[in-house]
């Protein structure tokens, strides 16, 4: 299933509804940092995420991954992982050919975006212990609420496979 990486969200609803996966939905102003998210009060039940959107050194390879937001990921550990050498941020563009979203509107909801299949999953094993888990879907405007069973099947539906994690995190200074 691909949207033709549309950045409407409407036919997400249309494939959420169709799958008759539940979710629970709050407009918003946009926002684009996980800072900015931490302000809004959005009334909604579940783990609030930090995506990560993340390429090889050679960009052959793409990862999304989903930790908790208030995590600070040591990113020189990550590649270890996914068996990479180094991994950076991926560019806007490779953001939009990949997942077919803008910034500040990663989740894992865009992969209904990758028919291909391309980006590989990861998804922090603390935050998929919570039963609801918030995602933005496909923009940043909106914040839904799904239970972790109805995103598993969901990404299942997209055609992707994930892998939990443990996260490696910084130190705080």
């Not at 494939?15 to 909604?44: A, C, W």
């Not at 993340?54 to 068996?83: N, Y």
């Not at 803008?102 to 922090?124: K, M, R, T």
């Not at 933005?136 to 299942?156: A, C, F, G, M, Q």
Request: glycine share 4%.
């Amino acid at each position: 299933m691909s949207l033709q990486h549309s950045t409407n969200p409407e036919p997400l609803f249309d494939f959420l509804n169709e799958q008759k996966i539940p979710y629970q939905r709050m407009d918003h102003d946009p926002v684009y940092t996980v800072e900015e998210s931490k302000k809004l009060n959005l009334g909604l039940e579940g783990g609030a995420t930090k995506n990560l959107f993340l390429r090889d050194k050679k960009g052959k390879r793409h990862f999304l991954f989903c930790v908790e937001q208030s995590k600070q990921v040591d990113l020189k550990k990550v590649p270890a992982l996914v068996e990479s050498s180094n991994l950076s941020f991926a560019s806007p563009e490779r953001l939009m050919k990949h997942l077919g979203i803008l910034p500040g509107s990663v989740s894992l909801l865009a992969l209904i975006n990758d028919s291909d299949g391309q980006v590989e999953v990861l998804i922090d094993q603390d935050l998929w212990e919570e039963e609801n888990i918030l995602c933005h879907p496909l923009v940043n405007t909106s914040t839904l609420s799904l239970k972790r069973e109805d995103l598993e099947h969901y990404i299942n539906k997209t055609g992707h496979e994930f892998q939990l994690v443990q996260v490696p995190c910084q130190l705080p200074n």
